[in-house]
């Protein structure tokens, strides 16, 4: 009789497992999808005209069946990977579209006007923050993540300025929700505040919170929109790296002002630009240099776009608007003012200097 007691279990390969644990919440982000696109050829049946996109629908059904429906463990992880990796090779591809030359031909008001927005933003939300009696740095993960990048912004500050979990956890909690609200809404102002695809571009760029959800905020409005408002995002994140570095300099100071000892962490430059936002600075590059033909600008678009709507329905699928009521009322307050403070700036900027 053969012994099996050290018969050594076959392995399994790492990709395989990996793609079968995040197989299942990718199915159900595609087909959260389908029905979206689907609903969104109803209405051009009907209508001749979607009023509502594809991606919008798909937020919406995503935070609905989220409402009355928690995924199991099973389905998280694809989820999870559907909202974030999948927006993140939208957001890369989309770099085949644009050259170098749009960046140039933006001028340096746009330029000169997305940096004092930052800048303005910050120290404003800041003071917001602090005259609601929140703490040094729970102020500051909020002034940074709604003037530069939402959650990553807060994710890069936090281990510079010592920033606790629950301080994280607050700040990031409540982003989340209004950034897809932002994603939502923005869109409205379009015909309200009668905005042309290039304002409407750097109004997106200059306040939805990610790279991503600004692709999802300006696809409906058109490939300029979207173009613009990625170029003035991008613009916008790269302000993190100052802004981390200046943070650094400024630790020490925040244990006095707080009584508690701050613990930084040490400042590592090359985790301040995402590797999806490298990859779209190359494949631009390689637009700009004709290695990216012309025929394969619109293939590469259209997959940007489907892999757009399938992140939308993962995001809304991940979006509890129950959590609203968990977050702290000064929290919401500092966050929602901040968002609203940034908003006006921007319609400001974008009408004074005659933008877009």
Not at 46 to 61: C, N, Q, S, W
Not at 317 to 333: K, S, W
Request: hydrophobic residues 55%; contains cysteine.
């Amino acid at each position: 009789m053969q012994d099996n007691r050290f018969v050594t279990p076959p392995k399994t390969n790492p990709v395989i497992a990996r793609l079968t644990s995040l197989a299942p919440g990718i199915l159900l982000c595609i087909a959260v999808t389908l029905v979206s696109i689907g609903l969104q050829h109803v209405e051009e049946g009907v209508f001749e005209h979607p009023y509502i996109e594809a991606l919008v629908i798909a937020i919406l059904l995503g935070m609905a069946i989220r409402t009355f429906w928690q995924p199991s463990q099973i389905l998280r992880s694809g989820i999870a990977f559907s909202a974030k990796q999948l927006l993140e090779v939208a957001v890369m591809l989309l770099g085949a579209s644009i050259s170098f030359a749009a960046i140039v031909a933006s001028g340096p008001v746009l330029l000169a006007a997305i940096v004092a927005t930052v800048i303005v933003t910050i120290v404003a939300s800041f003071t917001i923050s602090r005259m609601l009696g929140l703490a040094v740095r729970m102020s500051l993960l909020i002034a940074c993540g709604n003037s530069i990048c939402g959650n990553s912004a807060i994710a890069a500050v936090a281990p510079v300025i010592g920033a606790s979990s629950d301080d994280i956890a607050s700040s990031i909690s409540f982003t989340a929700i209004l950034g897809v609200l932002m994603v939502l809404g923005l869109p409205l102002l379009i015909p309200l505040l009668g905005l042309g695809a290039s304002q409407y571009g750097i109004l997106a760029g200059l306040t939805v919170y990610a790279v991503p959800q600004v692709l999802a905020a300006t696809v409906p409005a058109g490939l300029v929109a979207t173009q613009i408002g990625t170029l003035v995002k991008l613009v916008r994140v790269l302000m993190l790296g100052p802004v981390v570095v200046g943070l650094s300099l400024l630790a020490p100071r925040f244990s006095e002002t707080q009584g508690v000892p701050a613990k930084p962490r040490k400042f590592d430059p090359f985790k301040l630009v995402p590797w999806f936002i490298l990859g779209f600075l190359i494949l631009a590059a390689c637009r700009s240099f004709g290695l990216v033909p012309d025929m394969a600008v619109g293939p590469i678009t259209k997959v940007a776009g489907y892999l757009t709507v399938i992140s939308m329905a993962a995001l809304g699928l991940g979006v509890d608007v129950r959590v609203i009521g968990r977050v702290g009322g000064r929290v919401t307050a500092a966050v929602t003012l901040s968002l609203v403070l940034l908003l006006l700036i921007s319609l400001g900027l974008i009408h004074l200097l005659r933008l877009g």
